[in-house]
């Protein structure tokens, strides 16, 4: 079932509730307030013949007879409860006799007046009501007085056939309605299915989506929007390092190709060649093996949500300083004053590594490496020739070393996984001189 039908239904269903509802509290208080009207008329009519009766009682003379009057039934009793005599008034169905029971025998007895009740007398639906004849305790009777209902019933009747049939015809004009406003609304959903359903099938995440509205279907089309966006800047940034992995996994395939045709062409060939080919092999086989660690490292953490605590920036920094003196030996002077911060510690030591580590490439062997946290910024400084101010801005993307550096080992990804990494936590990266020569390299949270 679609959304439009699911939506003129319960339109549907909303409107034949309300009407129900507004229907039944309609006829039910109609028939309170007319039945009261019967009863109040019952009241007043009830008295004034009682009256009547009473008066000539007390004056000696004949009894008066019963009215004659059309839409009521009059009875008088005897003090024992028998009936004396029976006016079914001027009606197309006359009642012979009107029902004595228990109510009317206490009023015999005890005088006062009978509560209305309904009763039914051959068929015939009657509101009665019974009421003493005041005219000594000898002389003591009844009158009831009953009026015909067919009146009352047939407008009810009319009234419940009235309502049907707007409730009926409320029912469809709000179907109808509840259609065109679930096509209306949901005419940017189909929209929206179709760039979907053409994104799906052309895999073009460039395809615009037209649905400019600033409610829910809005937000929908705008969260969908962004979803588009998203996954075309992730198709980029993996086809730009498919690019540049392949790029720079060129220069080392193609040397290692060389010398092993060469190895294949003289397999005596003698010292030093022999050592010399074996260790180009030996080194070309390492620079692949790290370009393939840090280009997964670099895919991994693209994708990667690693959870955040709140941690120590010193704990992260000396776990890194650690390893990086037991695996380099170098002198490193650090300085942990840093803050307490919401971060992954194991992300933020593989930064704080990379950073020494670059240090450490470019500084001379017998000068110190210097590490320093201070709140949220961390810094390392080399003793090395320096970035060129032109190349500050190149140093953290993906595989780019300047001319210089391309003498040495690395796949310029090191400071790009830094870049990702601040950036996760919100932070930037910097570059600049150090005071009396060489580089700061660092992030600040």
């Known amino acids: 079932m679609s959304l439009r039908t699911r939506l003129a239904i319960v ?24 039945t ?3 009863d109040t008329f019952l009241q007043t009519r009830s008295e004034q013949f009682a009256d009547e009766l009473g008066d000539a009682r007390r004056d000696d003379n004949q009894p008066i007879p019963l009215p004659n009057e059309r839409g009521l039934v009059f009875q008088r009793l005897t003090r024992n409860g028998g009936v004396i005599d029976t006016s079914s008034g001027n009606n197309q169905v006359r009642v012979d006799e009107l029902p004595v029971r228990e109510d009317d025998l206490e ?58 049939l707007i409730g009926a015809l409320l029912t ?14 949901t005419r940017p959903l189909r929209k929206l ?55 720079e996994v060129r220069t080392p395939l193609t040397t290692l190709r ?27 086989f390492e620079a692949l093996t790290n370009l393939f660690n840090e280009v997964v490292e670099l895919a991994i953490g693209e994708r990667d949500e690693a959870p955040f605590d709140v941690i120590e920036l010193d704990d992260p920094a000396d776990r890194a300083a650690r390893i990086f003196t037991s695996r380099t030996g170098r002198t490193l002077h650090t300085t942990l004053e840093g803050d ?6 194991e992300l933020l030591e593989r930064a704080i590594s990379n950073l020494l580590n670059n240090a450490h490439k470019y ?67 910097f570059v600049g001189d150090a005071p009396g020569g060489g580089a700061e390299v660092g992030f600040q949270l």
């Open 36 to 38: 009261d009207q019967v």
């Open 107 to 164: 009023v015999l007895r005890d005088g006062g007046v009978s509560r209305i009740r309904k009763v039914k007398v051959d068929g015939v639906e009657l509101r009665m009501i019974t009421r003493e004849i005041e005219g000594g305790r000898d002389h003591r009777g009844a009158i009831q007085v009953a009026a015909y209902m067919d009146d009352t019933n047939g407008a009810l009747a009319g009234l419940l056939r009235r309502i049907l």
């Open 258 to 284: 060389a010398n092993i045709e060469l190895l294949e062409r003289a397999p005596d060939i003698g010292e030093p060649h022999r050592s010399e080919l074996l260790g180009s092999l030996r080194s070309e």
């Open 172 to 185: 469809l004009l709000a179907a109808a309605a509840g259609w065109l406003v679930a096509r209306t609304t």
């Open 340 to 345: 307490t911060i919401s971060g992954n510690a």
């Open 193 to 247: 299915t179709a760039t979907a359903e053409e994104v799906s099938a052309t895999q073009d995440l460039t395809t615009a989506i037209d649905v400019e509205r600033s409610d829910e279907v809005g937000s929908l089309a705008q969260s969908f929007r962004s979803m588009l966006d998203a996954l075309r800047r992730s198709r980029e940034q993996q086809q730009r390092l498919i690019q540049d992995a392949a790029h």
């Open 363 to 429: 500084s001379p062997s017998d000068q110190p490496v210097e590490l320093e946290v201070r709140g949220r910024r961390v810094t390392v400084r080399d003793h090395g020739p320096g970035i060129p101010a032109h190349e500050r801005e190149l140093v953290f993307d993906r595989f780019y070393r300047s001319d210089e550096a391309r003498a040495m080992s690395g796949s310029g990804l090191g400071l790009a996984i830094v870049k990702q990494i601040a950036e996760r936590h919100g932070g930037t990266v």
């Open 11 to 34: 339109t549907s269903l909303l409107v034949v509730l309300g009407v129900t509802i507004t229907g039944a509290a309609s006829w039910i208080s109609t028939r309170a307030e007319l």
